[in-house]
């Protein structure tokens, strides 16, 4: 009855109200596996993440080691020189309006047990400006050395000082072996270039495939 001091049944819709019923011990840390373990292996590969930050903070991704043109460069199976060096304004149609083309010729043996490659060759100015290949680097088939052409878009204010840089780095590697060939372009061979490559088009040459 209304103002009796109790609850009327009638006004929850005529439900009774079942009381909780309380859960078991076993059921409780049941289901608190879950979390618990969720707990556990986010504190081990958190800590295991710790770890690997602080084994390779500071340290340098690649380890460089250069080489003056000409001289054989050892990359993993492969043995690699730099054996010429011009420039253009068109090479094969390539051209750019005030870049210049500029042409290496490399000679890779493959001294391992199946075709390698070099993932990446790039030229690289004294401030960090990195000019990528217009065109990629043959398979070299297992003993056999391959000759071959490679064309870079320069701006010919980035000349001196040029470096080749090579590399078969991995994605989930921390410290990759990479060669780097010094040109030896100076001021006075940075101006021979700009001047020989004045209006010249050239076509690149054949790959040439030799066995070992």
């Known amino acids: 009855m209304p103002g009796d ?23 409780s840390r049941l289901a608190a596996w879950p ?12 800590g295991w993440l710790v770890d690997l930050n602080d084994r390779y903070e500071g340290e340098v991704r690649f380890v460089d080691h250069t ?6 460069v050892p990359l993993e ?13 068109n090479v094969d149609g ?3 309006p005030g870049a210049l083309v500029v042409i290496l ?12 490659g070099i993932s990446h060759i790039n030229l690289v100015d004294p401030a960090g400006y990195t000019f990528v290949s217009e065109n990629s680097a043959p398979q070299v088939p297992a003993g056999f050395a391959t000759t071959f052409d490679l064309a870079f878009l320069i701006d010919p204010d980035h000349l001196q000082g040029l470096q080749v ?11 990759d072996e990479r060669a780097e060939i010094d040109l030896g372009i100076d001021e006075v ?9 004045r209006g010249l088009v050239v076509e690149s040459r054949a790959d040439e495939v030799e066995g070992l």
């Open 105 to 116: 010729r490399f000679r890779v043996e493959n001294h391992g047990t199946g075709p390698e």
């Open 35 to 46: 979390s618990l373990l969720m707990i556990i292996v986010a504190a081990v590969f958190g």
């Open 77 to 89: 199976d492969l043995q690699i020189r730099q054996i010429d060096l011009a420039a253009a304004e």
């Open 165 to 175: 840089q090579l590399d078969n780095s991995g994605i989930y590697t921390f410290a």
């Open 189 to 197: 061979r940075a101006a021979q270039l700009r001047e020989s490559a």
């Open 5 to 27: 001091g109790h609850l009327s049944v009638s006004r929850f819709g005529g439900e009774r109200i079942r009381p909780q019923t309380e859960r078991s011990p076993l059921r």
């Open 94 to 96: 390539l051209s750019s």
């Open 67 to 72: 080489y003056p043109a000409g001289e054989t």
